[in-house]
Structures are given as structure tokens and as C-alpha cells.
């Protein structure tokens, strides 16, 4: 059973590209959330996705989009990169949207670096 | 706006020795709280999660403790190994869509 996957494992770009970054949810589930986690800080939401559309969203502005397709699998889109948006980049996936009574952990993947020269 | 604080940043010990991560939040209203393995470089490892109903939670070497009413939660980690060096991250859950807010880790190193 493949857990979560990501790709790609290493990106470099310079400063006014943009970058689109995908993920695979563990098989079964069907949400999926993004995090950013700047070098040696903890991650921070992003975004998550539920029956292909943006449910709840972090403290990041519009430059960051992301989709959902059909077969729960993900894109994170970055637009104008920064020299700051520079970082690991993780995605989460679960089954369901987390209710009060939730017990169902997240499954993380193992990450993009993204480099910003 | 919840802020989740953990202590200490970096922590050092010798092979054997049981030790003790803390994790302190500021808005008690959670609904969970989890605690992450990170391997430098790479993505986290749930180890345990404790519903805001519980008071802990125990896998193996590992003992997670909670106390909701004074936001704090500890990590136990008993007869440390070398294999255990890595950052911990707690993180709690405090609305639906299941939204994570992470402390900042703390950097263990176990040493022989």
C-alpha cells in the first residue's frame, strides 16, 4: 500500500517563475492539505482540498492555488516566486474531512525542496 | 490565534537515558494533539495522537501525555537510542478540516 507520494523530491527556480508542485494521497483517502516548512520551523497550512475544492485555507496570499482532481491527487501552484517561498513543501492526506470526534491521524508524504534562487 | 511552543529547541543525551519533550498551546479549545517525527530532510512520522478527551496515549518507548485545562502536553521517551535522534513536532488540531498549527520541534540527539 503506497503511502502519500510527491513530486518532484528537488525543484530550483529563480525569483518571477512559477512552480507546480503534485501529490498522491494514500490509497483510500480523499483530502489532502498542503504545508510549508521553512527551514527549522514547524509547517504551516497552506491550504486543504475535499471533493475537488478548497475548504479552508491559511494565512498565504493568492499567489498560492492548488487543484484537486477527480482521482484525489493534488497540484500546488506557486506564482512570482520569492526568495522566500523557498522550502519543504508537504502534503497531508486523510479520509474525510475531520470532525470533532476524529480520530484518523494525517498521513504526510515525504516533501518537495523547493530552492528560489 | 493558537500558538503552539515547544521546549527545549536542541536537547542532547546519552544512549539509555529517559527524557521528556514539552509542548505548550494557548487556545485550550482542541479537538487532538499529535506528536511528529521528522528526519532531517524529510516528512513526518505520526507517532501518536491523543484526543482531547484522553489524558494519554502509549506506543512502545513512547508515552504522550495531555492536559488540555493548563495547554500542555508532554512527550516520554524511555531508554533512548541512538535511532531516536531527529526533531519532534507537536501539533494540535483546533477546527474542523482538520488544520494542524505545528510548533517549532524539538532537535533531539541520542548519543552512544
Known amino acids: 500500500d503506497a503511502g502519500v507520494t510527491q513530486s518532484p523530491t528537488h525543484l530550483i527556480k529563480t525569483r518571477g517563475q512559477q512552480v507546480t508542485l503534485r501529490c498522491s494521497p494514500k490509497?483510500?483517502?480523499?483530502?489532502v492539505s498542503w504545508y510549508q516548512q521553512a527551514l527549522g520551523q514547524g509547517p504551516q497550512f497552506i491550504f486543504q482540498?475535499?471533493?475537488?475544492?478548497?475548504?479552508q485555507r491559511g494565512n498565504f496570499p493568492d499567489r498560492f492555488s492548488g487543484h484537486q482532481f477527480p482521482n484525489y491527487s493534488s497540484e500546488l501552484n506557486v506564482n512570482a516566486l520569492l526568495l522566500g517561498d523557498s522550502a519543504l513543501y508537504l502534503c497531508?492526506?486523510?479520509?474525510?474531512?475531520?470532525?470533532?470526534?476524529?480520530?484518523?491521524?494525517?498521513?504526510f508524504g515525504p516533501g518537495t525542496r523547493l530552492t528560489v534562487l | 490565534k493558537q500558538e503552539v511552543t515547544q521546549i527545549p529547541a536542541a536537547l542532547s543525551v546519552p544512549e539509555g537515558e529517559n527524557l521528556v519533550l514539552n509542548c505548550s498551546f494557548t487556545d485550550s479549545a482542541i479537538y487532538n494533539l499529535q506528536w511528529f517525527r521528522q528526519d532531517p530532510g524529510k516528512g513526518l512520522t505520526s507517532l501518536l495522537l491523543i484526543q482531547s478527551s484522553q489524558r494519554e496515549q502509549t506506543s512502545g518507548r513512547l508515552n504522550a501525555s495531555l492536559d488540555k485545562s493548563s495547554g500542555r502536553s508532554t512527550l516520554y521517551i524511555a531508554a533512548s537510542q541512538p535511532g531516536d535522534s531527529a526533531t519532534y513536532l507537536c501539533?494540535?488540531?483546533?477546527?474542523?478540516?482538520?488544520?494542524?498549527?505545528f510548533g517549532t520541534g524539538t532537535r533531539l540527539q541520542v548519543t552512544l
Open positions: 482540498y475535499y471533493e475537488e475544492e478548497e475548504r
Open positions: 501539533a494540535v488540531n483546533t477546527g474542523t478540516a482538520s488544520k494542524l498549527t
Open positions: 490509497s483510500g483517502h480523499d483530502t
Open positions: 497531508a492526506s486523510r479520509f474525510g474531512l475531520a470532525g470533532v470526534l476524529s480520530t484518523d491521524t494525517q498521513y
